[in-house]
C-alpha cells in the first residue's frame, strides 16, 4: 500500500467490486489481479459511481475500441480523479485529440528512435553500475529505493541536458501528480507549479547559450504553423516527458526485478541465457504493465455491447487488457519465453507510447547489469514489498537479499 492511502477518508471500502469498483482501494493496490478476472467474467465493460461516474473496460478487446475511438473518447483528461477541475495545464500531445495530437506527437519522435538509444545505452549501463557499486557490499538493498527509482531518471536527465542528482526533485513531483493528486488538488498543483518553474528557468538559460541537448532541440522544433513553439509548448513537453518516463519505468524495472527475485528458475535460466532477456522483457511488461490511462466519454456509443454515457470517465486499463485469457493463453502465468506477445502495455492506436525504445532499453540494460553482478537474490523476509497506487503500478519498496538462501 503506498503512503497515499491516508487521503483515503471519503474512499469507502469496497464490497462489490462489479457495480462499485475503486482503483485505489488498498486491496486493488496490493493485488488487482483476482479483481480484473471477477469483473471481465461479469461484463466486458464495467460501471462505478464513484469519480463522479467512471467505466472500466475488462477485455482487451474493449480497451482496443475505446483507445481507437477518439470520437466519443477525449484524452482531455487522462487520470481518473475524485474531482474534474477546469483543465488549465495540458500537455501536447497526451491530452491532445485529433486533429492537434499528431504535429504535437511528430515533434516528440525524433529524439527517441532505436538509433538515439543507441547512442544512450552505454551511458544507461554505466549508471546502473554507479549505482550497483554504492549498495553490492551490504549483501542486501531496497532495490526500488537504491536502484530501479534512480535509472529513468538519470537517463532522461542525462538526455534533457539537466545535472542527474536533481533525480529526486523529478520524484517528487511525480509523486505529487499521480499519486497524491488523484485526492489531493493542492498536492498535484503545487508539484506542476514546481516542476513548470524549474524548467522555465532552464528553457532562460539556453535563450542564452544554447546546448546539445533535448531541451534545446525542443525549443529549436518547428510547430506546425512553421513558427517556433512557444515557451508554453515547450515547458508542456518537457512536464510530460517526466511524468511519462520516470515512474513508468522505474515501475516496470521493478516489477521484474521482484518477479526474479521470487522465481529462482526464470532468474537461473535468464542468467545461463541472457540473449533471453529482451523476451522476458516483453513478458513482464505484458504480466505487470505499469500504465493504466484515463479518457472522458465526450458522446453516447457502445462499447463491446455495454451502452457507454457521456460525462463518464473510462479507466483504460491495459494492464487488464493483458491478462485476458481471449488474446494470452495462460494470461495469468509469466511465461519468459512466451513467443506470441502483442501486450499493449505501451498502449494502442494514436496514443501509442512515444518513449517505449527508451523504456525497453533501460528495461533490458538494467536486468542485464543486475543479473550480471547479482545473479542470485531473493525478497527480504524482514522487509515489506510496497506497491504505488493510481495511474503507474510498481514496487516503491522491494527489499532483497543477495546470494542463495541457505
Ligand atoms: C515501461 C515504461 C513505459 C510504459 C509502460 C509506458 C506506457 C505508455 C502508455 C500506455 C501510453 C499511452 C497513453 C494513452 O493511451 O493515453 C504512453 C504514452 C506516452 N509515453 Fe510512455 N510508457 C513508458 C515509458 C515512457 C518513456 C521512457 C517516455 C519518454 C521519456 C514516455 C513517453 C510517452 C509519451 C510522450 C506518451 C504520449 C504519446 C501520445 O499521446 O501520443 N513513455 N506510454
Redesign the pocket.
Known amino acids: 500500500m503506498s503512503d497515499s492511502a491516508s487521503y483515503l477518508p471519503d474512499h469507502p471500502p469496497v464490497n462489490d467490486w462489479v457495480n462499485d469498483f475503486d482503483h485505489t482501494d488498498p486491496k486493488w493496490t496490493e493485488d488487482p489481479f483476482p479483481i480484473w478476472d471477477e469483473l471481465r467474467a461479469a461484463s466486458p465493460v464495467v460501471h462505478t459511481g464513484r469519480f463522479l461516474g467512471c467505466y472500466m473496460p475488462t477485455t482487451y478487446q474493449a480497451v482496443k475500441e475505446i ?1 481507437y475511438d477518439t470520437e466519443h473518447f477525449s ?1 482531455r483528461r ?1 487520470i481518473v480523479r475524485d474531482i474534474r477541475p477546469e483543465i488549465t495545464a495540458r500537455s ?5 485529440d485529433p486533429p492537434e ?1 499528431k504535429p ?2 511528430q515533434l ?1 519522435l525524433p529524439p ?1 528512435t532505436p538509433d538515439a538509444m543507441k547512442k544512450l545505452e552505454p551511458r544507461v549501463r554505466a549508471i546502473c553500475n554507479e549505482l550497483i557499486d554504492e549498495f553490492i557490499a551490504d549483501g542486501k538493498c531496497d532495490a526500488a529505493a537504491r536502484y530501479t527509482k534512480h535509472i ?1 531518471v538519470r ?2 536527465a542525462h ?1 534533457l541536458g539537466i545535472n542527474e542528482k536533481d533525480g529526486d526533485l523529478f520524484v517528487k513531483w511525480i509523486h505529487g501528480i499521480l499519486e497524491l493528486g488523484i485526492k489531493d488538488d493542492n498536492a498535484l498543483m503545487e508539484a506542476v507549479r514546481e516542476m513548470s518553474a524549474f524548467f522555465a528557468g532552464h528553457i532562460e538559460q539556453r535563450k542564452q547559450n544554447p546546448k546539445d541537448d533535448l531541451i534545446t532541440t525542443l525549443m529549436n522544433a518547428k510547430g506546425p504553423n512553421g513558427q517556433p513553439l512557444d515557451d508554453a509548448h515547450v515547458l508542456g ?1 518537457l512536464r ?3 511524468i ?3 515512474d ?2 522505474w ?3 521493478g516489477s521484474s526485478l521482484w518477479h526474479l527475485a521470487r522465481t529462482p528458475s526464470d532468474r537461473e535460466r535468464l542468467v545461463r541465457e541472457p540473449e533471453l532477456i529482451p523476451t522476458a522483457v516483453e513478458e513482464f ?1 505484458r504480466a505487470y ?7 472522458e466519454v465526450m458522446k453516447d456509443t457502445t462499447i463491446s455491447g455495454c451502452p457507454v454515457k457521456k460525462n463518464n470517465m473510462v479507466l ?1 486499463s ?1 494492464p487488464a487488457a493483458n491478462r485476458d485469457p481471449a488474446m494470452f493463453p495462460d494470461a495469468d502465468k509469466v511465461v519468459i519465453d512466451r513467443k506470441e506477445n502483442r501486450h ?13 525504445n ?3 532499453m ?2 533490458i540494460v538494467a536486468i542485464e547489469e543486475w543479473l550480471k553482478r547479482i545473479p542470485d537474490f531473493r525478497l527480504d523476509p524482514a522487509g515489506k514489498v510496497t506497491w504505488s497506487e493510481g495511474t ?1 503500478r510498481g514496487p516503491r519498496q522491494l527489499p532483497v537479499l543477495f546470494g542463495k538462501a541457505s
Open positions: 483507445s484524452s487522462v501536447p500531445p497526451i491530452t491532445s495530437h504535437a506527437k516528440l527517441f529513468p537517463a532522461i538526455m513537453s510530460l516527458l517526466l511519462a518516463g520516470i513508468t519505468t515501475s516496470a524495472i511488461l504493465s505499469p500504465v493504466t490511462m484515463a479518457r483504460l491495459f499493449a502495455a505501451f498502449g494502442l492506436g494514436i496514443h501509442r507510447c512515444v518513449g517505449s527508451l523504456a525497453r533501460e528495461m503507474v
